[in-house]
């Protein structure tokens, strides 16, 4: 059962600290897809992104290092039950999914099966978070050094990433044309949105 505990914990550790980083790294793109969702107004969207980036990457740490692991493991819980109820409230706003959890900024057509699909992935993470927080087990030395390069692991994908493209991030530019949501008017900055706005 430990066992199990630490690849849960080592999961959660890379996927909330590799969102977290990626947020970081790519903030203006993340911030830009959630301006465009008119969820929350626009000038909150950059710290908005910036809050949840390092709230993802605080509970990745505070996981890696086994600091209070079932408080932290309800509150992973409890921020991808957030996730999947912006996913719904989203799909339901824009008729589109916006995903913006790894930097970059993604759309798909809010079909039934895509809504109920994303909403379902983050169920399952919170389901994964409240179950390793029930079992209850410590995990100690030498399986929590598992956990604590887990941690590393969206450290040194980050850095490889930035040295394959010399720190320029050229695939995470969020593209205008993706999906018109009438708020092409925030990149003015955009060519390519003026002519959307003209045509």
Same mark, same amino acid.
């Given at each position: 059962?430990?066992?199990?505990?630490?690849?849960?914990?080592? &999961?959660?550790?890379?996927?909330?600290?590799?969102t977290?980083l990626?947020?970081?790294?790519? &903030?203006?793109?993340a911030?830009?897809?959630?301006?465009r +969702?008119?969820?929350?107004?626009v000038?909150?969207a950059?710290?908005?992104i910036?809050a949840?980036?390092?709230t +993802?990457?605080?509970?990745?740490?505070?996981?890696?290092?086994g600091?209070?692991p +079932?408080?932290?493991?309800? @509150?992973?819980?409890?921020?991808f039950?957030?996730?999947?109820? &912006?996913?719904?409230?989203?799909?339901?706003?824009?008729?589109a999914?916006?995903?913006?959890?790894?930097g970059?900024?993604?759309?798909?057509?809010?079909t039934?099966?895509?809504?109920?699909g994303?909403?379902?992935?983050?169920?399952c993470?919170?389901?994964?978070?409240?179950?390793?927080?029930?079992?209850?087990r410590?995990?100690?030395?030498?399986?929590?050094l598992?956990?604590?390069?887990?941690?590393?692991?969206?450290?040194?994908?980050?850095a490889?990433?930035?040295?394959?493209t010399?720190?320029?991030?050229e695939?995470?530019?969020?593209?205008d &044309?993706?999906?018109s949501?009438?708020? +092409?008017?925030?990149?003015? @900055?955009?060519s390519?949105?003026?002519?959307?706005?003209?045509?």
């Amino acid at each position: 059962m430990v066992l199990l505990r630490v690849l849960i914990v080592s &999961y959660l550790v890379v996927t909330l600290g590799a969102t977290g980083l990626a947020k970081l790294a790519n &903030y203006r793109t993340a911030s830009a897809g959630m301006a465009r +969702e008119h969820i929350f107004p626009v000038r909150i969207a950059t710290p908005a992104i910036l809050a949840v980036a390092a709230t +993802e990457l605080s509970l990745a740490v505070l996981l890696a290092l086994g600091v209070h692991p +079932e408080i932290t493991l309800f @509150g992973v819980a409890a921020l991808f039950i957030l996730f999947a109820g &912006y996913r719904i409230i989203v799909a339901a706003k824009v008729n589109a999914i916006v995903c913006s959890c790894a930097g970059t900024v993604r759309t798909d057509a809010a079909t039934p099966a895509a809504v109920a699909g994303g909403v379902l992935a983050c169920v399952c993470l919170a389901i994964l978070a409240c179950a390793s927080a029930l079992l209850n087990r410590r995990i100690g030395y030498p399986l929590n050094l598992i956990t604590l390069a887990s941690l590393i692991l969206p450290f040194v994908s980050l850095a490889a990433g930035l040295r394959k493209t010399n720190g320029i991030p050229e695939k995470n530019r969020f593209p205008d &044309y993706q999906v018109s949501l009438g708020t +092409e008017q925030i990149y003015l @900055g955009s060519s390519q949105a003026k002519k959307m706005s003209a045509g």
